[in-house]
């Protein structure tokens, strides 16, 4: 049953530059229910996203514009502006402000201070900078104080503050994140040096580094302080991001050892252009002293341009002419014995224009074609971004399309499913139908917060039946009719309330449960989410109330049957049995209100029988209050009462000559 119910997940958007924290954030937000995603072309008509976090830790701001605009045109709830709090920021921060007034749009300029982590980088933060000089043993310089404790955040608790804000939808103008754990950098220093060699350290006393967040006094009135209670001590995580730094170091240390991955594929084209002068140059000593081959007249050194052409173009191919020249002339010397009778002879100045031209020819169809190639492997880059955006877009809709399909054939709304589910209100035991009604109800409608009220028998009174959920705990255990109108309206017109005005005190959704044409019952659900007042809920809560009336009604029917056997004769005494299955029903419900406390009392019968010990209770005890026996006992049943409750009765029952022998709570 659970899996076919398909909720969708509020989406947040990471824009700017989240560095290392970004992996935090994302981890942090999705173990609590939220999806992430990050700012591309498109996020926003794609994701839906319900808040926005744009991340400032340097001085450019290339996509901000973009990104305002884009809030503004798609109406976004929550803009969270991330900062260091540095002074260069300033000037941007008083314009998203600015901005958020001038369009009326919910922007908070968060100030996070220092925060370290896994995967920093030096830039990104004055502790892995810190620990990048120990493990680099370069000097460190620090333009801060290195004396004054400050708030000091690492990545994971750094995630939770962002989510919290977004969480608790704090909406001051500047929010400055600190935390209860206070150091100072000489004690981040004296820790360090307990497992890593420092440099040396030099101290300025001044400037931006380390504490800024927290050194910088905002306007107090605008500005909300959000104190974080951290899980991870600051100086028990230096050693493990230490280690984490030292890793990478060594990955990139090893990588510039290995020489073959580096310098290889750069000098490896020098090395196959000398290779092959080489051969060029043995089979011209075998040719006697020249490239020509005096049988053939074929020049090898026209087969070694060529190659060196081919492959690598302009770039070995000009450089391959300039020892062919020299090897030409090699042999011409060995033949004519002078250099001045050489360029004389105009066949041999022919010669070596042949080898320039041959160069730059060969090179140039070579790079032109390696051009072309490359133009060809940009455009298929580009349309594998492009086809990958699509595919993600694609599965996105693939899967919003499967949520939708579930919701209307197999989810919520399929009255099969539902009829299946309220099914399980076929029994016989009353108190068992309210506590499971409510249990259904909170599943079907995805709240957490429901309460059950009964009609009195006049229709003056309801009476608090069940309630579930933190924000039903103030409601009160019984209301008069007359004094709520919505609950008036119900009775008259068998209507659904649904609370368009968000009046206080009022349930946000309310149905009546009918019986023979008369209200017998109303459910109503408290704090309900935005993204739930919709049609679809309301119905859906119309088509739950009239089937828990079908099931209700038939425990109400089987209920006015047995009146004779469930109590004794001529009295609201619980005959032993049928006070067992109902303690049974009230232990359940109890399960799921752990707020709820339930008083049993064991009362003394010895000199009253059972009709006068009822004539006794009548008007001493509530409506709602139970009296059977249990082991040949006679026991009151408080439900859902506290110590002034208990006090209450306690005295009334003593002015009617009621005898308590003991007290214990129902678990």
Known sequence: MEKNIKQFRKNVLMAGRPGFLADFLRNCLNKEGWDTSDYQEESFNLYNPSAVMYFSYGKEEGDLSRVLEDIRTHKIEHFLYVTRGLSVQRCYEDFVLAWGKTHQQNVSVVHMPEVFGQGQQP??????????????????????????????????????????????????????VESQETVSFTQIVLTVNGFAQLPQIEVAGKGEDFFVANSWQADEENTYYFVLKTKYPVLEMLKPVYKSIAGSAETVEHAEESW??????????YLENIGLFLVVLFISILQGGTPVNQATGLDICYIYIIIMGIIYGKKQSMPAVLPCIALLTWGFLNSHGEIASILYIPENLFHYSTYLFLGVFTGYV?????????????????MYQRYGFLQKNYEKSIEIKDKLYYQIVNSDDSIGWLYGIIQQLDTVQVENIFTQAAVITSKIMGANNIAIYVMGKDQYYLRQKVRLGDKTRQLPHSRKTEE???????????????????????????????????????????????DQWSIYQQNLLSVTARLISMAMGKAYVYENGIQSKRFVADTRIMQEEEFARHLAGIKERAQLQHDVHNVLLELGTENVNYQELDNRLSGSIRQEDTVGIMDGNVYLLLHDTDEYGLQLVKQRLQHRGIEIKDIRELV
Request: overall charge neutral; proline content about 4%.
């Open 123 to 176: 830039e990104e933060g004055t502790i892995a900078r810190l620990l990048t000089a120990a493990w680099e043993k370069k000097d460190f310089y620090l333009a801060g104080s290195d004396t004054e404790p400050a708030s000091v955040l690492y990545a994971k608790d750094a995630a939770y503050a962002l989510f919290s804000i977004l969480q608790k939808k704090i909406n001051n103008s500047r929010i400055v």
């Open 260 to 269: 073959k991955t580096k310098y290889l594929p750069k000098i490896r084209p």
């Open 366 to 382: 070579a790079d032109s074609w390696q051009g072309k190639l490359e133009s060809m492997g940009y455009k298929l880059d580009h």
């Open 484 to 530: 709520n109108a919505y609950i008036g309206n119900m009775l008259e017109n068998h209507h659904l309330f649904v609370n368009h005005g968000l009046q206080l005190n009022l349930p946000d959704l309310a149905a009546p449960i009918i019986y023979n044409g008369q209200v017998i019952a109303i459910i109503e659900i408290y704090g309900m989410d935005f």
